[in-house]
């Protein structure tokens, strides 16, 4: 209940567009610029004082602040399935029952299903040129590895120039891992069950206790020498296979180069609004910045006075910018709609291993609209953080969470850092607030249709078969294409 506010002003977004598309002659580009992990704390339109945000200061300023402005979800898959959509992701299948609610590798099988009806679609079919630069995160192919059925191109883009998943500490050398708990559970602890039972079979034997034949202790090794090797493999891998660019169906650079990555793509954002100058187009922008791994060019790294992250928002801030200074220069500014988001709030875990933050302030606020209520609370650790710093992310499943009855209810607009729940003691209206949520959770529930589950485990595990790789032969998937690319240009 409490994101519909945001699904409605997307839907008003889309109903307006629908007459004004009915006017070719006035009909407005649009500019939608999305960030990533970007905490509402991180802007100087919203208070800070330290970080430098002018360019995305002065839309605020020169447009409208839409303080009552909710994601659908927490997570980016989900959260970006409903920005594309307008609609819950449990309605397309993309809200996962599971522990990992997000896409990882590129050769998974789900994805945005193709039924589904995005803002790019609608535009595309009323005349307008439609590109998405940066993050998709919404799958790529179904059955095999050039069908597409997931990718940004099937869904109403003329142009795609970006990366098909995520951006992650494991794509960037040095950075560290987002599978450290895994490997931790699934390679380290067996090992360490494997070496305890070895060690405990040669000591029996070696007393005379128990005869262990051979066999067993060769069977031991090499079920250890496998394991490693698989992890050797895994951490040798991932990166060229999973953290890649591609332009349209082409992959054109892997693994991905961080080097000028932003200049790159906002150079890339600004040619297509230049193409496009005479015809209506559709732009989303959609950032990499400030999702970790942490990155940034060296005229912002080291700059600002938040550290990595710090260098990341500004840079961000400055690509903004160079997006304003090209409607204005081509005189579209007047007649371009633009609009600066981010998919969710900031990652307040994103603490590197030497104690850096690399993850942004959601200021006050756990959430907004003006009644909230808990049915459940994710077990927080540690405890009275507000994060869950021991498994990196927030899990709303089974024993990782604490059930509410009756559930904590908290009015923002007296209590917007959620401190003090009410009672029936202390706000008259109790039950009958609690009672209205009730009946709108209901008549939601009462709607939905059972769908293909895109989260599923089935779909996001990796497939050897859906993998893509610049080499034809598949034995060395490394390539640079963005640099002969820009050689030939020069």
Same mark, same amino acid.
């Given at each position: 209940?409490?994101?519909?506010?945001?699904?409605?002003?997307?839907?008003?977004?889309?109903?307006?567009?629908?007459?004004?598309?009915?006017?070719?002659?006035?009909?407005?580009?649009?500019?939608?610029?999305?960030?990533?992990?970007?905490?509402?704390?991180?802007?100087?339109?919203?208070?800070?004082?330290?970080?430098?945000?002018?360019?995305?200061?002065?839309?605020?300023?020169?447009?409208?602040?839409?303080?009552?402005?909710?994601?659908?979800?927490?997570?980016?898959?989900?959260?970006?399935?409903?920005? %594309?959509?307008?609609?819950?992701?449990?309605?397309?299948?993309? #809200?996962?029952?599971?522990?990992?609610?997000?896409?990882?590798?590129?050769?998974?099988?789900? /994805?945005?299903?193709?039924?589904?009806?995005?803002?790019?679609?609608?535009?595309?079919?009323? /005349?307008?040129?439609?590109?998405?630069?940066?993050?998709?995160?919404?799958?790529?192919? *179904?059955?095999?590895?050039?069908?597409?059925?997931?990718?940004?191109?099937?869904?109403?883009?003329?142009?795609?120039? /970006?990366? @098909?998943?995520?951006?992650?500490?494991?794509?960037?050398?040095?950075?560290?891992?987002?599978?450290?708990?895994?490997?931790?559970?699934?390679?380290?602890? @067996?090992?360490?069950?494997?070496?305890?039972?070895?060690?405990?079979?040669?000591?029996?034997?070696?007393?005379?206790?128990?005869?262990?034949?051979?066999?067993?202790?060769?069977?031991?090794?090499?079920? #250890?020498? %496998?394991?490693?090797?698989?992890?050797?493999?895994?951490?040798?891998?991932?990166?060229?296979?999973?953290?890649?660019?591609?332009?349209?169906?082409?992959?054109?650079?892997? @693994?991905?180069?961080?080097?000028?990555?932003?200049?790159?793509?906002? #150079? $890339? #954002?600004?040619?297509?609004?230049?193409?496009?100058?005479?015809?209506?187009?559709?732009?989303?922008?959609?950032?990499?910045?400030?999702?970790?791994?942490?990155?940034?060019?060296? !005229?912002?790294?080291?700059?600002?006075?938040?550290?990595?992250?710090?260098?990341?928002?500004?840079? %961000? $801030?400055?690509?903004?910018?160079?997006?304003?200074?090209?409607?204005?220069?081509?005189?579209?500014?007047?007649?371009?709609?633009?609009?600066?988001?981010?998919?969710?709030?900031?990652?307040?875990?994103?603490?590197?291993?030497?104690?850096?933050?690399?993850?942004?302030?959601?200021?006050?606020?756990?959430?907004?609209?003006?009644?909230?209520?808990?049915?459940?609370?994710?077990?927080? =650790?540690?405890?009275?953080?507000?994060?869950?710093? =021991?498994?990196?992310?927030?899990?709303?499943? /089974?024993?990782?969470?604490?059930?509410?009855?009756?559930?904590?209810?908290? !009015?923002?607009?007296?209590?917007?850092?959620?401190?003090?729940?009410?009672? @029936?003691?202390?706000?008259?209206?109790?039950?009958?607030?609690? $009672?209205?949520?009730?009946?709108?959770? !209901?008549?939601?529930?009462?709607?939905?249709?059972?769908?293909?589950?895109?989260?599923?485990?089935?779909?996001?595990?990796?497939?050897?078969?859906?993998?893509? *790789?610049?080499?034809?032969?598949?034995?060395?998937?490394?390539? !640079?294409?963005?640099?002969?690319?820009?050689?030939?240009?020069?």
């Amino acid at each position: 209940m409490l994101q519909a506010r945001r699904m409605r002003i997307r839907l008003v977004l889309l109903s307006f567009l629908s007459v004004a598309q009915s006017h070719a002659a006035t009909r407005p580009n649009l500019v939608l610029l999305l960030a990533d992990d970007l905490g509402i704390g991180d802007l100087g339109c919203y208070g800070n004082k330290t970080l430098r945000t002018p360019n995305i200061d002065r839309l605020a300023e020169g447009g409208v602040k839409l303080t009552q402005h909710l994601a659908a979800s927490p997570l980016c898959t989900p959260s970006r399935a409903a920005f %594309m959509t307008g609609r819950y992701p449990i309605r397309s299948g993309m #809200a996962s029952e599971f522990l990992v609610g997000v896409y990882l590798f590129s050769a998974s099988s789900g /994805g945005l299903p193709t039924s589904e009806i995005t803002f790019a679609k609608l535009l595309k079919g009323q /005349g307008y040129s439609t590109a998405l630069i940066g993050k998709w995160h919404l799958g790529t192919n *179904c059955h095999n590895k050039s069908d597409f059925c997931h990718h940004p191109l099937s869904h109403g883009f003329d142009y795609f120039h /970006g990366i @098909p998943v995520t951006n992650l500490r494991d794509c960037k050398p040095g950075e560290g891992s987002v599978f450290t708990r895994g490997i931790r559970l699934l390679v380290f602890i @067996p090992l360490q069950i494997i070496a305890v039972t070895l060690l405990t079979m040669v000591v029996l034997k070696y007393l005379g206790l128990v005869r262990v034949p051979p066999l067993v202790f060769f069977g031991l090794l090499c079920l #250890a020498a %496998m394991i490693l090797g698989l992890l050797v493999c895994f951490l040798h891998y991932f990166r060229p296979l999973n953290c890649f660019l591609m332009r349209n169906h082409e992959i054109t650079q892997q @693994p991905l180069s961080y080097d000028n990555l932003m200049q790159r793509l906002v #150079a $890339d #954002a600004a040619q297509f609004v230049r193409r496009n100058a005479e015809k209506p187009f559709l732009l989303v922008l959609s950032y990499l910045h400030v999702h970790t791994a942490l990155f940034s060019s060296k !005229d912002f790294a080291g700059k600002s006075k938040h550290g990595a992250y710090g260098d990341a928002v500004e840079e %961000m $801030d400055w690509s903004v910018g160079q997006i304003l200074k090209v409607l204005d220069e081509l005189k579209l500014a007047n007649n371009t709609l633009i609009y600066f988001s981010s998919d969710q709030g900031a990652h307040v875990e994103e603490v590197t291993p030497k104690g850096e933050v690399h993850g942004g302030s959601n200021g006050i606020y756990k959430g907004t609209s003006i009644w909230k209520a808990f049915f459940f609370t994710p077990k927080f =650790s540690p405890e009275g953080a507000n994060g869950c710093f =021991s498994t990196h992310v927030c899990f709303c499943h /089974g024993h990782s969470v604490s059930y509410h009855q009756p559930p904590l209810l908290f !009015d923002i607009s007296r209590d917007p850092t959620e401190r003090n729940p009410v009672t @029936p003691a202390t706000e008259p209206r109790f039950q009958e607030v609690l $009672d209205t949520m009730q009946q709108a959770v !209901d008549r939601h529930t009462k709607t939905l249709k059972a769908v293909p589950n895109q989260l599923s485990l089935g779909n996001i595990v990796w497939k050897p078969w859906l993998q893509m *790789c610049c080499s034809p032969s598949g034995l060395s998937c490394q390539c !640079d294409r963005e640099k002969q690319a820009r050689r030939a240009s020069h």
